[in-house]
């Protein structure tokens, strides 16, 4: 069973997600904290990790380097960013990282990121 890790400080997004994940069989993983998600990141492998760009008390930007930095058990993992920002300076810089890609949230429908999510996943 692939194993994902969903962050994002929306709870209602988070659960529908989570859902979606669980019903397409996926063992899910949640947070709405990065530091929750920077303790899971470092101890657990994951098969994708999806990610909310914008939080309101943390930089994503450092979970992302946590993410790439050698040792990390998750350095090749495919991250999938998912915002309701326009393709900005922090999206560009997220890319720019080592995040996979950047799908936003208000186009997509949990089966579009579900898909999304198997397309990264074979390129690994």
Do not use: H, W
């Not at 692939?2 to 994940?21: G, H, R, S, W």
């Not at 090749?76 to 393709?87: A, K, R, S």
């Not at 997220?94 to 579900?114: H, M, Y």
């Amino acid at each position: 069973m692939k194993n994902v890790l969903i962050v994002d400080d929306d709870a209602d997004l988070l659960k529908l997600y989570k859902q979606a994940f669980l019903n397409a069989s996926f063992e899910v993983d949640d947070c709405q904290v990065i530091p929750d998600a920077e303790e899971l990141i470092k101890s657990k492998k994951y098969d994708i990790i999806i990610l909310d760009i914008l939080f309101p008390d943390r930089d994503i930007l450092s979970t992302i380097n946590l993410i790439r930095n050698e040792g990390n058990p998750n350095t090749e993992t495919p991250i999938l960013m998912l915002t309701n920002l326009f393709y900005g300076d922090k999206t560009k810089k997220a890319l720019e990282l080592g995040a996979n890609d950047c799908l936003f949230k208000v186009t997509q429908t949990p089966s579009t990121i579900i898909n999304k999510v198997k397309e990264l996943m074979d390129k690994v």
